[in-house]
C-alpha cells in the first residue's frame, strides 16, 4: 500500500512538473510545434519539389535557395490540380532550364508514345533556344507534313494557331501541333536561312508520323558496295530496327557503310548507347558527370555488327544521343565524321512518374565524350566540315546531296581504312 502511495506522489509530482513547464513556455509565447496534414495539392507539389532537391544537376538550383522555395509555394492557395501544375511549373522556371519540366498526364502519355510508338500531327522536333529563348525546330522528320511545308532546321516557330508560342513550354507547344489526322495548324515561322526576311504562316495538314526510326539502302554507284542506313529517332526500338539492317546489308555484300545522324534529335540514352556497341567492339562510349562531379560510363565489350570501313553524316540538327554516338565513334577512332558541326545538347533527362498520371523530366547529369569533351552548347566539330544548304527528302543521299556524296568518296578510298574496326 505503501509502495502504490509513493508511486501515485510521484506521478503526480511529475505531472504537476510538466504542467508547469507547459504553463511555462505558454505563458513566454513559446509553443510546440503542431502537426500539419497537407493537402492532396501540397503533397504533389511537395513531391515534385522533392524530386528536383534529389536529383537536380545543379546542387546550387541555378544560385538559389530550393528550402525557400519549398516554403514559398507550399503556402500558395491551391485549390485544385490546375492551380498546383501552375505552381509546380512556375517552381520549375526558377531553375532557367527549358528541359527541367512538368508534365502534364497528356503530355506524359504523348512523350512515351513518342520514343515508343506513333502519333499523328506535323512531324517537327523542336528545343527552345537558348539565347533567343524562342522556340526552335530541331528538324523535321523525314516525309512528314512540316517537311513538305518546308519548315526547315534552325527556323523559330512564332505562333501557333495565333498563339505567341514565348508563353508556351516546350511540351506545350509540341501538344498544339499535336491533333487527329485530317485536321489543320497554322504555324508561324521566322527562316533560319534569312533574319531579314519576313515571317510566314504556314498552315499544315496533321498526319500519321511514322517513328519507324530507321532507313537503309545499298549504294552501288562505286567499285564498292556502300551501305547507307540513316538513323532518324532514338526510339526503343531504334537498336533493333538498326541491328535488322545492317544484317540484310552484310547479305547483299555491303562493303562499307555511313551511317546518317543528319537533322536527329536524339531520344533515349540507352538506345544511344545500344547502337554504339553494335559499331564499336571495345572503349568507352560516353561519361555520364552527376551533381557532385562523379564520373560515371557506358563502355563497350562485345561483338559488332562489322567491322567494315564507317563514315557519320552529322549537321546542326544532330543532337543529344545522336552526339553520344557520334562523339564515341569520332574519338574510339571508329569513324570519320562528314558535315557540319552538331547542335550541342549535352544534357541527360530522367523521367519520374508522380501519382496523377502527370510526370517530371529532370535534368540529372551532363556528359562527356570518350575523350572527356563538354559539347553542351558547343557542339562535335567534325573531320571533314562540308557546308550545305537544306535539301529536300528526295534529294536526300543523291546527286544533290553535298555531304553524302563527300562521305561516299571518303568511305570508299584509303581514308576509309582509319574509320575500320580494330
Known sequence: MFNQVFSSAKYTARLIVLLSFFWFISAFGWYAPQAHAFTEEQKLLLQSWRIVNQSYIDETFNHQNWWKMREKYVK??????????????????????????????????????????????????????PQTKLIEVISPLAGSPAESAGIEPRDSILEIDGEDTQKMTLDEAAAKMRGKIGTKVSIRVQSSQDKNAKPRTVSIVRDRISLNP??????????????????NQF????????????????????????????????GLLQAGVEIARM???????????????????????????????????????????????????????????????????????SLFELPDGSGLAITVAKYETPNHTDINKLGIMPDDVVSQKPITYGQIASDEDLQYQEALKVVTSENGVLAKAG
Open 214 to 231: 530507321v532507313y537503309t539502302a545499298l549504294d552501288t554507284s562505286t567499285e564498292q558496295k556502300v551501305g547507307y542506313v540513316r538513323l
Open 279 to 349: 559499331w564499336l567492339d571495345y572503349g568507352t562510349i560516353v561519361y555520364t558527370v552527376n551533381r557532385q562531379g562523379a564520373l560515371g560510363s557506358f563502355d563497350s565489350n562485345s561483338e559488332i555488327l562489322t567491322e567494315d570501313p564507317l563514315v557519320v553524316l552529322v549537321n546542326q540538327g544532330t543532337a543529344s544521343a545522336s552526339e553520344i554516338l557520334a562523339g564515341a565513334l569520332q574519338d574510339n577512332e571508329r569513324a570519320l565524321l562528314v558535315g557540319e558541326k552538331t547542335f550541342g545538347k549535352g544534357l541527360i533527362q
Open 76 to 129: 500558395k492557395p491551391l485549390r485544385d490540380r490546375t492551380e498546383t501544375y501552375t505552381a509546380i511549373e512556375e517552381m520549375l522556371a526558377t531553375l532557367d532550364d527549358p528541359f527541367t519540366r512538368l508534365l502534364r498526364p497528356e503530355q506524359y502519355r504523348s512523350l512515351q508514345v513518342n520514343t515508343s510508338g506513333e502519333l499523328s500531327g506535323v512531324g517537327l522536333q523542336i528545343n527552345i533556344n
Open 235 to 266: 526510339s526503343a526500338n531504334a537498336a533493333k530496327e538498326i541491328a535488322h539492317g545492317v544484317s540484310d546489308l552484310e547479305k547483299q555484300g555491303a562493303q562499307a557503310y555511313i551511317l546518317d545522324l543528319r537533322n536527329n534529335p536524339g
